[in-house]
């Protein structure tokens, strides 16, 4: 029986984590092409740092255990994936890439920054930060026209509570911090 809840734990764990958030960035780069003109640099940009994140994020995840209590791997992930975000923009931003690839960066970069932060001193929901992130960067390009997705924030952090991954306070926390950071990022230096 134990085995069987385990396999059920790691299918909703997994459906609720890479599939969707895929997808998700597949919206937002449709959206971009539609919305925006874009350049081949833009492009090459956006792969470099798909290609980095999630190549990153599967090779550390086998290396580090992520849902252990203590943090210090979360934050030896987190910053390994900062790090290649900060080298690849560099070099790309001295190739001129647009504008709002560089808006929709220091919003990425802000959050992030700000979660792994908040990690050194607690252990807080990332997919509930993620999942938020994702849909506040794709409303934020698209006119806020998808804001019926926040219905499904509460959905994800359910799932990260019924499998015991996260207190109530820890998927508050991942919901609205990428809210706070949005706003003041947005408000002092997009505007």
């Keep these: 029986m134990n085995r069987h809840i385990k396999k059920i734990e790691k299918l909703t764990n997994y459906a609720v984590s890479y599939p969707w958030?895929?997808?998700?960035?597949l919206v937002i780069f449709i959206t971009v092409i539609r919305r925006y003109s874009i350049q081949d640099v833009d492009i090459l940009y956006?792969?470099?740092?798909?290609i980095q994140t999630f190549g990153s994020a599967f090779y550390?995840?086998?290396k580090l255990d992520l849902d252990k209590k203590d943090r210090t791997n979360r934050t030896i992930f987190l910053l390994a994936i900062l790090s290649g975000w900060l080298l690849i923009s560099l070099i790309f931003i001295r190739l001129n890439i647009s504008w709002f690839i560089i808006e929709l960066l220091v919003l990425s970069l802000s959050i992030?920054?700000?979660l792994t932060i908040i990690n050194v001193f607690y252990r807080i929901s990332f997919h509930t930060a993620l999942n938020t992130s994702l849909m506040i960067l794709l409303n934020h390009i698209a006119g806020w026209i998808y804001w019926?997705?926040?219905l499904l924030v509460p959905l994800i952090a359910w799932t990260r509570l019924v499998l015991?991954?996260?207190?109530?306070l820890q998927v508050i926390?991942?919901?609205s911090v990428p809210f706070i950071v949005?706003?003041?990022v947005t408000f002092l230096f997009l505007n």
């Design 60 to 62: 550390l995840k086998k």
């Design 182 to 184: 949005y706003f003041i």
């Design 164 to 168: 015991k991954k996260h207190t109530l």
């Design 21 to 25: 958030l895929i997808t998700l960035l």
């Design 46 to 50: 956006t792969g470099t740092l798909f």
């Design 148 to 150: 019926p997705l926040f």
């Design 173 to 175: 926390l991942g919901a």
């Design 112 to 114: 992030t920054i700000t």
